[in-house]
């Protein structure tokens, strides 16, 4: 294979340059991490898995209209997206208490909310991607007012559009990041959804049984992360036909 530019190596992905113009490779590496990477572990098969359920979300996303950078998947590790500029704000959706929200305000995990709240969150590893307000993000410029009722909107057409592909195999949406970046169709400017939506960015709890089907399963010691995604990839019928599970080999007699 001829060597590729690498763009940029971060904690679970890599993009190198695309084949044209405006496009780049989207890599799904097994590296997970957790606690601003203070825990570190190699999953192998999780970048199989959140590549396809990536593909699964994004296609998903652009087919009730909701503006994606996905443009196809390339093979088990690898997809074709548009190039963006990221908005430096992880965008983070709640529909239930868990994780840091039950922390800062004594919620205890499960709580239901009285309607989605969307936070933001400086991306800079440096600082622990900190909270931030509405406030902070005008006055340093991060984006503007446009961009933060425009990144609303799209965070709320995401959860509703998860949620429900959710409830429909059983699992319930508890919370989930994503991020944004913008693109130029000329002089015009759109935010479109970008990097990935995984198991990795989501909290996502068996309805049943309330086991964690999530980046919760390595963040806490719960047990197999790959075993985790792709009950969640099996359930909704993206499970690659040559990725097995993560068990043990069986004897077939
Ligand atoms: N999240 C993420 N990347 C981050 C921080 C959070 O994907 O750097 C996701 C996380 O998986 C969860 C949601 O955003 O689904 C809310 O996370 P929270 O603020 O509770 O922080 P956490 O407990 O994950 O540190």
């Given at each position: 294979?001829?060597?590729?530019?690498?763009v940029?190596?971060?904690?679970?992905?890599?993009?190198?340059?695309?084949?044209?113009?405006?496009?780049l490779?989207?890599?799904?590496?097994?590296?997970a991490?957790?606690?601003?990477?203070?825990?570190?572990?190699?999953?192998?098969?999780?970048?199989v898995?959140?590549?396809?359920?990536?593909?699964?979300?994004?296609?998903?996303?652009?087919?009730?209209?909701?503006?994606?950078?996905?443009i196809?998947?390339?093979?088990?590790?690898?997809?074709?997206?548009?190039?963006?500029?990221?908005?430096?704000?992880?965008?983070?959706?709640?529909?239930?208490?868990?994780?840091?929200?039950?922390q800062?305000?004594?919620?205890?995990?499960?709580?239901?909310?009285?309607?989605?709240?969307?936070?933001?969150?400086?991306?800079?590893?440096?600082?622990?991607?900190?909270?931030?307000?509405e406030?902070?993000i005008?006055?340093?410029?991060?984006?503007?007012?446009?961009?933060?009722?425009?990144?609303?909107?799209?965070a709320?057409?995401v959860?509703?559009?998860?949620?429900?592909?959710?409830?429909?195999?059983?699992?319930?949406?508890?919370?989930?990041k994503?991020?944004?970046?913008?693109?130029?169709?000329?002089?015009?400017?759109?935010?479109?959804v970008?990097?990935?939506?995984?198991p990795?960015?989501?909290?996502?709890?068996?309805?049943?049984?309330?086991?964690?089907?999530?980046?919760?399963v390595?963040?806490?010691?719960?047990?197999?992360l790959?075993?985790?995604?792709?009950?969640?990839a099996?359930?909704?019928?993206?499970l690659?036909?040559?990725?097995?599970?993560a068990?043990?080999?069986?004897?077939?007699n």
């Amino acid at each position: 294979m001829a060597r590729r530019k690498k763009v940029y190596e971060g904690k679970a992905k890599i993009l190198y340059e695309g084949p044209e113009p405006g496009t780049l490779v989207q890599y799904f590496k097994d590296d997970a991490t957790a606690f601003n990477a203070q825990k570190k572990d190699v999953i192998e098969g999780k970048g199989v898995l959140n590549n396809r359920l990536s593909e699964f979300f994004m296609t998903g996303l652009a087919q009730i209209g909701v503006p994606t950078h996905f443009i196809r998947r390339l093979n088990m590790r690898e997809q074709l997206i548009r190039s963006v500029e990221i908005i430096p704000l992880e965008v983070v959706v709640r529909n239930f208490a868990a994780g840091t929200l039950s922390q800062r305000l004594g919620l205890e995990e499960g709580t239901p909310l009285p309607r989605p709240i969307v936070e933001f969150c400086l991306k800079d590893d440096a600082l622990g991607d900190p909270l931030v307000a509405e406030e902070h993000i005008i006055a340093f410029g991060w984006a503007s007012q446009q961009d933060l009722d425009d990144m609303v909107a799209l965070a709320l057409r995401v959860n509703d559009f998860l949620s429900g592909c959710m409830l429909a195999v059983g699992i319930k949406l508890v919370d989930f990041k994503i991020e944004i970046g913008r693109i130029w169709d000329n002089d015009f400017q759109r935010l479109i959804v970008a990097d990935e939506i995984s198991p990795d960015s989501c909290r996502l709890w068996d309805m049943e049984t309330g086991q964690k089907l999530d980046k919760d399963v390595f963040r806490r010691d719960l047990g197999n992360l790959a075993d985790a995604y792709t009950e969640v990839a099996r359930r909704l019928g993206v499970l690659p036909s040559n990725v097995t599970p993560a068990s043990k080999p069986t004897l077939i007699n």
